[in-house]
């Protein structure tokens, strides 16, 4: 895979202001704080390794993850989680889903009275099945301001300033609006929604089906399926947005369709990548060392089994993922099973 080349960056007028948090050294974390920072938003990123944060000063960069994004001067990092917070107006969490509630535990006494409080996790929690707006209702106290980012969004390419959009998704308007305008720059663009539901559910669901997608056409099956497994997972997950409480018209947004599309369909998603080279022969375990990253779809797999099942929610696309992963099933035979359904409308 080629590197994508860093596209000239012109920060918009930004004022500075008390500093924004962002908990998770990973790839999307770091990106999310090189945008905050481009608009001179006085930005701390923190992550578990201390060795990697001590490079990442050193450098300017994450050599691991985000080689070539040069550090806004705004950008500080810090190893020490309480001074990470202290003082910071907004805190952002971007850790995968499983690593959630034991940081926002952790970070929880740490929080101001007004600190508020976002997230760029995606998926359900295993076991409990629960999004990461319900997990953080059950650690934070009444009353506190959160949202939730998502949206079809590489983290290279936001790190190399390339055009892209997103979603914030709040209850407190004001909240996801102040977000929305401190990312906001002449190359990224941020929507809100109040949806935080929906957002979220379209974020755990194109996983999967992104996994779906891989296998579909590391088996060859043609652009024809691809565009049929897109559109009839949009449906499957409509049908357990809706049935959680969520709008429809979440899902045909940014963080839905736009999500989906983008997952599904270009090899930077290691969602993908994860059904391209079990389709090649590799069991899961062999495709996720060689990915050497998380991949997120591969336990939002289990647990969206289990959520579906919960909430009788019929997603034949998304339980022959899971029966490639967990229970022993092939590729070919998961397609076979799936041409073999019942004939049925569209609309159902």
């Not at 760029?120 to 707006?133: D, R």
């Not at 390419?157 to 209850?171: D, K, N, R």
């Not at 060689?290 to 289990?302: H, M």
Request: glycine share 10%; charged share 20%.
């Amino acid at each position: 895979m080629t590197d994508i080349a860093t596209a000239p960056i012109v920060s918009a007028p930004c004022a500075s202001g008390p500093p924004v948090a962002v908990l998770g050294a990973g790839s999307w974390g770091t990106a999310l704080a090189i945008q905050f920072a481009r608009c001179a938003r006085p930005t701390r990123l923190w992550g578990r390794d201390r060795a990697q944060l001590a490079d990442m000063a050193r450098l300017r960069r994450n050599e691991r993850y985000l080689p070539s994004a040069l550090f806004p001067e705004a950008l500080q990092i810090e190893p020490d989680l309480a001074a990470a917070v202290a003082g910071a107006r907004d805190l952002l969490i971007a850790v995968p889903t499983h690593a959630f509630r034991e940081l926002l535990t952790r970070a929880l006494p740490l929080l101001g009275q007004t600190t508020k409080l976002a997230w760029a996790s995606k998926g359900f929690e295993l076991p409990s099945g629960l999004l990461p707006h319900q997990v953080a209702r059950e650690v934070l106290e009444p009353g506190r301001s959160v949202a939730v980012l998502s949206g079809p969004t590489f983290a290279r390419e936001v790190g190399a300033g390339l055009p892209t959009a997103m979603t914030i998704a709040s209850t407190d308007h004001a909240f996801a609006a102040s977000l929305a305008k401190d990312l906001s720059s002449e190359n990224f663009r941020a929507y809100t929604s109040s949806d935080i539901g929906g957002v979220e559910v379209g974020g755990a669901v194109k996983n999967v089906l992104a996994i779906g997608a891989g296998l579909s056409d590391g088996l060859g099956l043609g652009a024809n399926t691809r565009v049929a497994l897109i559109t009839r997972g949009l449906a499957e997950m409509m049908r357990l947005g809706v049935a959680l409480g969520a709008r429809r018209e979440t899902f045909m947004g940014l963080a839905g369709l736009g999500d989906l599309v983008l997952t599904c369909t270009d090899d930077q998603s290691r969602n993908r990548q994860l059904g391209l080279q079990i389709a090649a022969g590799r069991t899961a375990q062999e495709a996720l060392a060689a990915i050497g990253q998380v991949v997120e779809g591969y336990p939002a797999a289990r647990a969206l089994h289990d959520v579906a099942a919960r909430h009788r929610v019929e997603m034949p696309l998304s339980e022959s993922v899971y029966r490639v992963l967990y229970a022993g099933v092939t590729p070919a035979e998961a397609v076979r099973e799936l041409m073999t359904r019942p004939i049925r409308s569209e609309l159902e």
